[in-house]
């Protein structure tokens, strides 16, 4: 007498059927369902069924770089679903303690973390990290991006790009270098950010003589997970220069203690784009095709000089905003090969009520966590957050109805812009270090939380990213208990 298998009645289910049976399970029972034969996991994996559950697709907080604080902090929107997850807490990677590291970069649940000369990738939702190898060092500084899509590949990129080519200096002013070829032998043309520190000579940069802008090819040094090294990469302009310049010079508010960084980039369908400063353009690199295409940016000059300008990515598109006395987003459209920017919002700016600049953070109740001060246990499990069960509303929690509602209208002009979420039309403020959310669809704002660090004294943020967790990602190395 043989053992046999028990019959499997599901061979006989149509994958259709399979799917609708399996996709109605928790993603607990979902993953463990995965393991029991070959055919299911074939569907599962075909179907992507279990994506939606690991993908980002929920705003869990804000990470924010201080001007004068050692690291960044986190400010987290409760959750009944992971109370006792802490994303904040980077203890698990080496000498978090040490030094003075920032965010660099977040893309789909990802952070690139470090400094100019050490990076790590990490993911807080499945405390995975890996320390990057030291990349070629010419000593000419480098702004570097990440680029991650889970839905495409656990694999990802880091970009390192050097200013000069791409611009990073004060590029709008490029129209007073303008040059005919004749001239190109005599004249000479600078430029300057209005940027004066004793720093200024570290951080300058020139482009080369008889140069144009962009340069024809784009060679980056690009780090890919899949092959465990930086390569050395490069990338064919798509179009024709649009400037000529002779020994343009610009300092650089660059990545330092004390320097306040200004470039933002946003992955999408396989293509890093890259705002360059002042929101003259963006830069789009394209790994698949191996080339790259710099597009104007739907505001004019004088635009470019005041207000905020900010580069994100949505499930649709990826979008540009301008904001100075309204907020304009625009998406980038693409139709037969040819790109243009399509106005989506316009909402004015108010001056802010008195009832935002008295707002008395501790009378609130709900907001945010906002912890600075990690209390571990042997397992580096926060503590402070054991007995934390609450959870956070975005139609109802904490509506600032003393504020007033402007239909039409933010009341939170000049004060600066945290971010956008990228499933909602919410933009997020800080007014002093209190974080607001403004709802572009009922204008309602809502408080968020106070993000003041107890130590040190910080009163201004840097840059923020709004965090999306995702449980995916091609990190080798894990935390340790």
Request: proline content about 6%; aromatic content about 12%; glycine content about 6%.
């Amino acid at each position: 007498m043989t053992l046999r298998d028990p019959i499997d009645h599901t061979e006989a289910l149509p994958d259709d059927t399979l799917a609708a049976i399996l996709g109605r399970l928790q993603p607990h029972d979902l993953a463990a369902s995965r393991c029991v034969r070959r055919a299911w996991r074939a569907v599962v994996d075909a179907r992507g069924l279990l994506l939606p559950h690991l993908l980002p697709h929920s705003v869990e907080g804000i990470f924010a770089n201080y001007t004068d604080h050692h690291r960044p902090q986190f400010l987290a929107r409760p959750s009944t679903q992971h109370p006792r997850v802490d994303y904040g807490n980077f203890h698990f990677l080496p000498d978090y303690t040490e030094g003075h590291r920032k965010i660099v970069d977040h893309c789909n649940g990802l952070l690139l973390y470090g400094d100019t000369s050490e990076f790590f990738v990490a993911n807080p939702a499945t405390r995975r990290w890996q320390r990057l190898p030291g990349a070629h060092d010419d000593g000419e500084c480098r702004e570097a991006y990440l680029a991650f899509d889970p839905a495409a590949s656990p694999h990802y990129e880091v970009f390192l790009i050097p200013p000069k080519d791409l611009g990073l200096f004060d590029v709008s002013d490029c129209k007073l270098a303008e040059v005919q070829p004749e001239q190109l032998a005599e004249e000479n043309f600078t430029i300057s950010s209005g940027y004066t520190s004793e720093l200024h000579d570290k951080w300058s940069t020139e482009v080369s003589q008889h140069s144009e802008w962009p340069p024809a090819v784009l060679t980056l040094d690009v780090f890919s997970s899949r092959a465990g090294e930086w390569q050395e990469r490069s990338f064919v302009r798509e179009g024709s220069a649009t400037r000529r310049v002779v020994n343009v010079r610009g300092s650089l508010p660059f990545t330092s203690i004390g320097v306040t960084r200004w470039r933002y980039g946003a992955y999408w369908r396989g293509a890093l784009h890259v705002l360059l400063y002042r929101g003259a353009f963006v830069t789009r690199l394209s790994s698949s095709t191996g080339k790259y295409q710099v597009i104007e940016t739907p505001i004019d000059a004088n635009e470019r000089k005041v207000g905020q300008h900010y580069l994100g990515s949505s499930m649709e598109a990826v979008y540009f905003a301008n904001l100075c006395d309204q907020i304009r987003i625009w998406h980038l459209s693409e139709t037969n090969g040819e790109v243009e920017w399509v106005l989506k919002n316009s909402i004015g700016l108010v001056e802010p009520s008195a009832n935002i600049y008295s707002l008395n953070p501790y009378q609130i109740c709900g907001p945010w966590i906002f912890d600075d001060d990690h209390v571990l246990d042997k397992y580096g499990i926060n503590k402070r957050l054991e007995n934390v069960v609450s959870d956070w509303d975005w139609d109802d929690d904490n509506i600032l109805d003393e504020c007033g509602c402007h239909p039409g209208y933010c009341p939170l002009l000049g004060y600066p812009l945290l971010g956008f979420h990228p499933y909602k039309d919410i933009a997020f403020f800080h007014v002093g270090l209190k974080a607001l959310a403004y709802h572009f669809d009922s204008s309602k704002v809502q408080y968020i939380g106070y993000m003041r660090p107890r130590i040190d004294i910080s009163w201004s943020v840097d840059e923020a990213f709004i965090y999306t967790p995702c449980m995916i990602g091609d990190l080798p190395e894990k935390t340790k208990s």
